[in-house]
């Protein structure tokens, strides 16, 4: 069964960092549309950045300069760096695994910018 399990959540101030790993537990990972997505209180779920095969990635404008996204193919394992974190940044953010048969979300990792 596919799974994606999320780490590295936390509490920052802002213009702090945080990396974000994800895990995923399939084979054949580096065909895997990799993606973080984030909900905050209260709003829709959002695409922050993904990446692809030939680490092909997409950021939303909100995290471009900021945020990188990328994978290790060889650990299974998509990261988050985010840096310059805003107090807006806050939410809870999921990894997403997605192929032409799976589409697997985890289940969150909370971050909140605060001062």
């Known amino acids: 069964q596919v799974q994606v399990v999320e780490s590295g959540g936390g509490l920052v101030q802002p213009g702090g960092s945080l990396r974000l790993s994800c895990v995923a537990s399939v084979s054949m990972f580096s065909r895997y549309i990799m993606s973080w997505y984030r909900q905050a209180p209260g709003k829709q779920r959002e695409l922050v950045a993904s990446?692809?095969?030939?680490?092909?990635?997409n950021y939303a404008d909100s995290a471009k300069g900021r945020f990188t996204i990328s994978r290790d193919n060889a650990k299974n394992t998509v990261y988050l760096q985010m840096n310059s974190l805003k107090p807006e940044d806050t939410a809870v953010y999921y990894c997403?695994?997605?192929?032409?048969?799976?589409?697997?979300w985890g289940q969150g990792t909370q971050v909140t910018v605060t001062s």
């Open positions: 990446i692809r095969i030939f680490d092909i990635t």
């Open positions: 997403n695994a997605r192929d032409l048969v799976n589409n697997v």
